[in-house]
């Protein structure tokens, strides 16, 4: 995992401070720059003339670049004048194109650039990548000062799956916009190259280092679809230590001291190690049962249902989930909800004892609420209160289905092979007897 250092972002409501902050770093990086140059001369490693002089990266690097993590490029420093009295930094890397400075010897011809690029542009919508690279490479030989092209390349280069050359090319990018004055500098190249970044980070697995890139963008340049990749790595970030937290050993003892605490009646303890081992092992129905429990017993009911139902939801036939569900809507007085938890019950084991109480216990409860005599009209203001049944009612498909039981029940069996219309069809039924 590669370390990012802590560095003042510029804030897009303090543009003008940010802007001073920035300028005033430059200055005291030139007066870094001229110290170690006069202590290299000093030292005799530099020659008379200062023509050449090579160190590891990190002997000696710009503010600009102490940002980007370290990727063994050599750091070239030549005496001399480069126009603002400081001494010139380039950057070298292997395999890196030799068109990535700017060349003394070509003219550069923006024009001529821009119609490379608009060709590249329509070869990589058509996913030609290797002609959209040749086109993006030909326009950076025109316009070597110009970062979109090498971002364009880039993201050609992540459409072939080669993030090596994407993450070069988007670096380089960045340096060359970073080394031009303030005011030259373009915000959307800056923050086109850290969203690229992002994007390869993200692709490598490296969420934290990809949301890092994405928060940078945005400083510069607000792209739209930026939030959205660096919400899909926080969510793949978060997923991705959940799943390095998983261990079902360690879940079955907290299991164990969640058991031992709620049978001592200690239900707040217990529910810290249930919850413990629910995010060791969230595949394990009873966990989210025991915890279902807890809340049962805390009087959080609706908090229960959540985790009854997620218990059911992994294992379908377990019945002391399908009995905690409908206990607690139950408590609720959700009664049909609660009876058809019960009735779920006798489906999987015939005859159960608990089940059929349930059920009985259901319908005293409807009957007590409705009365014996219920008339007609008081039955469908119930079945309209409830959004459940009328979402269910107005619903085109299971119009058809109830008209075609209605004419021909022989084939209820057909459509209670499908789990779906089983469902609706059994909610719809029950809700309807228990309020008649």
Known sequence: MVAFPVLPIRSPQEPVRASISRTRQRFVNLGFIALVSSAWIACGILTEGGEKAVGLAGSMRTYESKFLPRTGRLMVLRGGDNGDGGAEMEAEGPGEPKEGGESKDVQPDPTAAEKEKQIGNEAYYKRKFDEAIKHFSRAFELDPRNAVYLNNRAAAYIGQGK?????????????????????????????????????????KGNYSGAIWFYKN????????????????????????????????????????????????????????MYTEAIKRNPTDAKVWNNRAACYQKLYELRLGIKDAEKAVE???????????????????K??????????????????????????????????????????????????????????IMQDPTMQSVLRDLQTNPATASKYMSDPIISRKSLYVCVYMCMCM
């Open 163 to 203: 993030l090596e050359e994407a993450e070069i090319d988007a670096r380089r990018a960045l340096e060359i916009e970073k080394a031009k004055p303030m005011r030259e500098q373009n915000d959307k190249a800056l923050g086109r190259s850290y969203s690229r970044l992002g994007t390869i980070y993200h692709k």
């Open 217 to 272: 963008s945005i400083v510069e340049y607000m792209y739209p679809e930026t939030s959205l990749e660096m919400r899909q790595s926080e969510k793949a970030l978060k997923k991705q230590k959940e799943q390095e937290y998983i261990d079902p050993e360690k879940s079955a003892e907290a299991k164990a001291k969640g058991n031992e605490l709620f049978r001592d009646g200690e239900y707040p303890e217990a529910l810290k």
């Open 334 to 391: 959700d009664l049909v909800r609660a009876n058809i938890a019960f009735k779920k019950m006798d489906e999987i084991d015939p005859g159960n004892v608990d089940a059929r109480k349930g059920t009985q216990m259901c319908e005293a409860a409807a009957s007590a609420q409705m009365g014996a005599s219920a008339d007609p009209a008081e039955v469908q203001k119930r079945v309209q209160a409830d959004p459940e049944a009328m979402s």
């Open 314 to 332: 992994l294992d379908p036939k377990y019945l002391k989930g399908w009995s905690r569900l409908g206990q607690m809507y139950y408590g609720i």
